[in-house]
């Protein structure tokens, strides 16, 4: 795989970037985009349903499974479980606040009264917490960080118990407790 010109082979350091995830997480990304725009597209009768890009719902999905990828990488470079928890912080929520404030101004300026955001929803989605806290989303895209902040839990776990050598094990057991749960 590509990696930036500062990487080295002798292990994975904080400026190494993988290249071809960047590039799936944009075709995740555009996927999703196209999912939508096309089935809002069929709803208003400007195309027809067979050419709705359902495929796109798949997006989510392969954004999951990168950023486990990704995430277990920057777990194995924190030391401590607080360098985890900064560097998710730091990285998530300027911009999340940012989607908040934009969607809920929107929201306000156009939207029928019904669907403005109440304030205990706005506090509730500058939280990030809302899924747990059973708070709508103001925006539907958002239930995807719900998913990320769990894993986030189970990779500060694993950080703060010390067993970051044993997610191999942890994933499988995951998997295993999961399929279950399924069948």
Same mark, same amino acid.
């Given at each position: 795989m590509s990696r930036s010109p500062a990487a080295t082979d002798s292990g994975p350091s904080a400026s190494q970037r993988l290249y071809e995830l960047d590039v799936l997480r944009g075709?995740?990304?555009?996927?999703?985009?196209?999912?939508?725009?096309?089935s809002e597209f069929n709803v208003l009768g400007y195309i027809p349903a067979e050419q709705v890009f359902e495929r796109?719902?798949?997006?989510p999905h392969l954004f999951f499974i990168i950023s486990g990828f990704v995430i277990l990488m920057t777990l194995q470079?924190?030391?401590?479980?607080v360098d985890f928890v900064f560097s998710r912080v730091a990285r998530l929520y300027p911009v999340y606040w *940012?989607?908040?404030? *934009?969607?809920?101004s929107i929201l306000i300026a156009w939207a029928p009264p019904t669907e403005v955001p109440t304030a205990t929803q706005f506090i509730g989605n500058l939280t990030?917490?809302?899924?747990?806290?059973?708070?709508p989303d103001i925006e539907t895209c958002y239930w995807t960080l719900g998913v990320e902040l769990k894993f986030y839990a189970l990779g500060?776990?694993?950080l703060a118990m010390g067993q970051m050598q044993r997610t191999d094990l942890f994933v499988t057991l995951w998997l295993i407790v999961v399929a279950a749960y399924r069948l």
């Open positions: 075709i995740a990304a555009l996927a999703v985009i196209v999912c939508h725009y096309t796109g719902s798949y997006g470079r924190c030391k401590r479980p *940012f989607g908040v404030l *934009f969607s809920t990030m917490l809302q899924t747990w806290l059973k708070i500060f776990a694993l």
